[in-house]
């Protein structure tokens, strides 16, 4: 399983990534909350510590639950019972109370991502919206039938709007999955995505601009 550690203590982290890989998971390691917001997009679980040197874990904790379903096990050194309830009532699966015990952890993750089998993502990786077709775990996308090289962010964009195809999403919504974060993401950079986009994909009729909110992929136009 690809296991994501938000561990900012270097002798934890490595001593979890090495018991990790050699139970037969493959974890990444990033020692800061806000790598943890762009990174969790590649993870089947997060491993999430609360005491971090930029963003506490709650507050990582309750941007990613905007955003992901990814499960999420939380490691804290705060046993005290209210930090426990904070971090469950904020969306995590499970919690571990630090010194963590190693044989309980690969159990608990095995527990959590038994309860969420999709690991977050939606069952159908490819969407299509008249002749253009996105495939998402592929991260290719065809124009009637020829490919169109996008760069990484215009596909995160994309594929954004093609999870909710026919639904309004909103600009924060789009943020908050390319960028991590809505209010760290230049909302400029996102127009000029958008544009690159349209340009690129060539059917100005799928991209509807929906005006003080987002866009919309495909779904009727009125
Ligand atoms: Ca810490």
Redesign the pocket.
Known sequence: MRVLLV???DA?ANALVDSLGANGHQPTWCRLGADALTAHHDADVVLL?????DID?LEILRRLRRVSAVPILVLT?RGDERSVVRALRGGADDYLVKPIRLRELLARIEAVSRRAPSGGQPPSAVVRVTDVSVDLDARTVHVGGDPVELTTKEFDVLAVLARKAGAAVSRQQIMDHVWGDAYLAVSRSLDVHMAALRAKLDRPELLHTIRGYGYRLGGSSS
């Open positions: 561990e900012d203590h934890v510590d609360l005491g971090l040197p874990g050194a």
